[in-house]
Antibody
């Protein structure tokens, strides 16, 4: 059974940093692209970032480019999102998702990030 | 990276068919057959319903179908059921090598 479990969310002050993790199991992690998607409270889904299967190619939404870094540790079946210079508008539930055929075929349950003083 | 355009809400009675539109541009929906649709009931994670415009993952009822014409993709739900009440989002790969979602459509079963 495919499972994605996010962790690392919490309350952080504006300008602060946070690293999210996504632990994957039930599939061969090393062969799949992975994504981060976020959802602000009461709002819609927003794509954040994508990593290819070995982490050598990454892309970002303009809103996070230069502040967020996606990475993965294939030996640990784990995807990361390093978030720096956090702003109030980054407050959201962050989901990781498995990439397959240009879509996200499995999603985690999400982890809440709140940026507030 | 502008969001795809979806109607904020649609509704239908049990047994009816409803269609949700998703309008993009020639840089995303119009250029690629890489449109997907997601269902998100309240308080839950999204679930993939359609990929590559019209393909259903295993386990998704055949009441759900997808299509595309030009810059607009569509999701049709036939034989509407109470359990279909949820938010629905479209998404597309883009010429900038990023993905974009629609603003979401709240589907109400009357």
């Amino acid at each position: 059974e495919v499972q994605l479990v996010e962790s690392g969310g919490g309350l952080v002050q504006p300008g602060g940093s946070l690293r999210l993790s996504c632990a994957a199991s039930g599939f061969t992690f090393t062969t799949y692209w992975m994504h981060w998607v976020r959802q602000a409270p009461g709002k819609g889904l927003v794509w954040v970032s994508r990593s290819n299967s070995d982490g050598s190619s990454t892309t970002y939404a303009d809103s996070v480019k230069g502040r967020f870094t996606i990475s993965r540790e294939n030996a640990k079946n784990t995807l990361y999102l390093q978030m720096n210079s956090l702003r109030a508008e980054d407050t959201a539930v962050y989901y990781c998702g498995r990439g397959n055929k240009w879509s996200l075929d499995y999603w985690g349950q999400g982890t809440l990030v709140t940026v507030s003083s | 990276q502008s969001a795809l355009t979806q109607p904020p809400s649609v509704s239908g009675s049990p047994g009816q068919s409803v269609t949700i539109s998703c309008t993009g541009t020639s840089s995303d929906v119009g250029s690629y057959n890489r449109v997907s649709w997601y269902q998100q009931p309240p308080g839950t994670a999204p679930k993939l319903m359609i990929y590559e415009v019209s393909n259903r993952p295993s386990g998704v009822p055949d009441r759900f179908s997808g299509s595309k014409s030009g810059n607009t993709a569509s999701l049709t739900i036939s034989g509407l059921q109470a359990e279909d009440e949820a938010d629905y989002y479209c998404s597309s790969y883009t010429s900038s090598s990023v993905w974009v979602f629609g603003g979401g459509t709240k589907m109400t079963v009357l």
